[in-house]
Every structure is written in C-alpha cells, then in structure tokens.
C-alpha cells in the first residue's frame, strides 16, 4: 500500500524524493557498470588490432607468392 500524496507540497517532496533516487542509480550505473563495459571495449581493440595485422601479412605474402609465380611463368614479358 502506498500513501497518496494529499496537496501540492506533498507531490512535490515526492516527486523531489523519486528523482534523487533516480539520479543515484544513473550515477551507479556510470560509474560501475560503463566503467567495466568501457575497459572491456579497449581491451578487444587490441585484439582485433592483432588479428588485423596477421590477416593483413598473410595477404601479403600470398600476393608476392603470386606476383613470383607470375614471373616464372612469363620472364620475357617482364624483362
């Protein structure tokens, strides 16, 4: 059962006391929760940074593999 506020001035405090607690909560929630959600971002940067990298190797040395290829096979065109 919850009390009816009567007049204005007990709407009000009401009113005052739902978004105090409101502004604790999103204050708990910037401060715990987007913390560890922000740390977490960072951290899966760094690895799809490294992936990144490898991919980007990996491409490269199958492009010269197939540019030493190509070479071989034609030496008159390239020289």
Known sequence: MTIEPKTQRE?????HGH??????EVEDIKSN???????????????????????LSTVGAVGLMVLETFIQMFPSVIL
């Not at 978004?19 to 604790?24: H, N, V």
């Not at 929760?33 to 991919?55: P, S, T």
């Open 11 to 15: 709407h009000i405090i009401s009113l």
């Open 19 to 24: 978004i105090t607690g409101l502004k604790k």
């Open 33 to 55: 929760h987007l913390k560890h959600i922000h740390e977490e971002i960072d951290k899966l940067g760094g690895k799809i940074d490294k992936i990144y990298w490898v991919v």
